[in-house]
């Protein structure tokens, strides 16, 4: 089978890379809030990065396992325990039939992320196993984990190459300040220079308001030049909205498909995992960067990602054969190389020619 859900913990659902193609009848692509730990925790139990997974928020689940697998944790620290005893994060763990493992309240984090070899067997929906909570599809009949709640493995096992290499580091930043790199636009014309200036200088306090749609921020208002309102046009995961109100809202994997507020800015794709590892109370500082150093960016995390990826789970180099000089055939002392003999042989008009030398004793 795979696990029972004794606890469901406050959100806990289930997640896979996105489910993409259909924004346009206003599904949202879903998919993990902290995209680096979740492929960090499918590389390390040798799944596709992209593969099934659990992401548990703020507080973590409690999980009995009916069949044998690997896993991994990584995230936010839920400070997890197998079977009452500590489990390390970030590390390939094989877990036996009939053992516990505990998420607690996270200590830094907001998102932990489970991995199991294998995935979860739960049903594609639009290509996608991810839950989109908003819309009610995908993961488990489109909802989070509750009580009793059993989901199977599409394929466990019970051990893979490299296993004792099978770890890594990946802490969560430290403190409460982080800073978020953004692209401006594509309406910071919408907005005066003190606005700018505003968004650009000044704290912003992470509220209540949180969850896998969007994050409100509070802080110093942000000013426009007449209001917060435009003509409805897309939007994209990471837009930070600022409506009338002059208070920033960043837009996360289950946001709305178009809205209708001024965008006065991005958050790279390098950055998201970071406001999605964000708590109500942290402090959020924008700072402004060119579309070339968001590529650069980007590249490197995914670069970091394929090292991983390739040191664990790349196939194990085959011995390849030797290639040597070109040698003339050695005889036995008995033996002697005797003349060579060409024949011209034609088959159906068509003609053949070869050679034969003969051996003698």
Known sequence: M????????????????????YEQFGVSPSGPMDKESFQIANILVGNPRDLSALEATMLGPTLRFTQDNIIAVTGGDMMPLLD?????????????AGSVLKLRAARNGCRTY???????????????????VQNKVGG????????????????????????????????????????????????????TPQGMD???????????????????????????????????????????QVPTSGLPIIMLAERQT???????????????????????????????????????????????LNTLDQTLNAPAPQAQPSVQAHQPPVY??????????????TVNGKVYETSIQVVSQ
């Open 198 to 240: 505003t968004f650009l200088g000044q704290p912003y306090n992470v509220t209540n308001d949180f969850d896998r749609m969007g994050c409100r921020l509070d802080g110093p208002v942000i000013q426009h030049k007449v209001d917060g309102n435009i003509i409805s046009d897309g939007m994209v995961t990471g837009a930070i």
């Open 258 to 304: 178009v809205g209708g507020y001024t965008k006065i800015a991005t958050v790279i794709t390098a950055d998201l995992p970071v406001i999605g590892q964000c708590r109500p109370g942290d402090v959020i500082r924008f700072q402004s960067v060119p579309v070339s150093q968001a590529h650069q960016l980007w590249r490197e995390m995914q670069n970091r």
């Open 140 to 191: 488990l009949e489109g909802r989070k984990l509750a009580k009793g709640d059993e989901i199977g493995f599409l394929a466990p096992k019970t051990s893979l190459p490299r296993m004792a290499e099978r770890r890594t580091d990946h802490p969560m930043p430290a403190g409460k300040e982080r800073v978020l790199r953004v692209i401006l636009g594509p309406q910071d014309d919408a907005f």
């Open 332 to 345: 036995p002392e008995t033996t002697l190389p005797g003349p060579v003999r060409r024949y011209r042989i």
């Open 84 to 96: 009452e005893k500590p489990l390390p994060m970030n590390q390939a763990v094989l877990v036996k």
């Open 114 to 132: 489970v991995a199991f070899a294998g995935g979860l067997d739960v049903p594609l929906v639009m290509g996608s196993r991810a839950t989109g």
């Open 2 to 21: 795979g696990i029972v859900v004794e606890n469901p913990g406050v959100l806990t659902t289930v997640q896979d890379g996105g489910r993409y193609g």
